[in-house]
């Protein structure tokens, strides 16, 4: 059986057990759901900087595995308000640029794990064996 390799929280990111950041197997990173918060465990009031904080969160965990923002190929984003997608949107398209951008899904949800979290994001991207 191939191994999965666990990776640990990026600098900067507290450890949540049980939470894992990331897993990998057969060349591909399986990043869990990040929040915006700024890495002391604070929010940002406003949609747009939890979503640079989300960026930025995931660009950590991508790093960590040798991966980069090129290398997504699934995005799955959880807004606990719809209204937010259009911000959203344009905020998605800084960060990737002007494609081809990965598949992706978006849903409201009801609440998230932290009442403070307007935004949480998960991916799958390549990763180098």
Do not use: W
Not at 77 to 100: A, H, K, S
Request: proline share 11%.
């Amino acid at each position: 059986m191939d191994p999965i390799t666990y990776f640990p929280p990026p600098e900067g990111l507290p450890g949540v057990p049980p939470l894992v950041y990331a897993t990998a197997h057969r060349g591909i990173l399986y990043v869990s759901g990040l929040p915006g918060h700024d890495g002391q465990g604070g929010y940002p009031e406003d949609f747009a900087g939890q979503i640079r904080n989300v960026f930025n969160n995931l660009r950590a965990v991508l790093d960590r595995a040798g991966s980069t923002m090129a290398d997504i190929i699934e995005v799955s984003v959880l807004l606990t308000d719809i209204g937010d997608v259009g911000e959203m949107n344009t905020i998605y398209r800084e960060e990737f640029g002007d494609g081809p951008y990965p598949a992706r899904i978006t849903s409201a949800v009801v609440a998230l794990p932290d009442p403070r979290m307007k935004i949480e994001i998960r991916c799958t991207a390549r990763c180098p064996e």
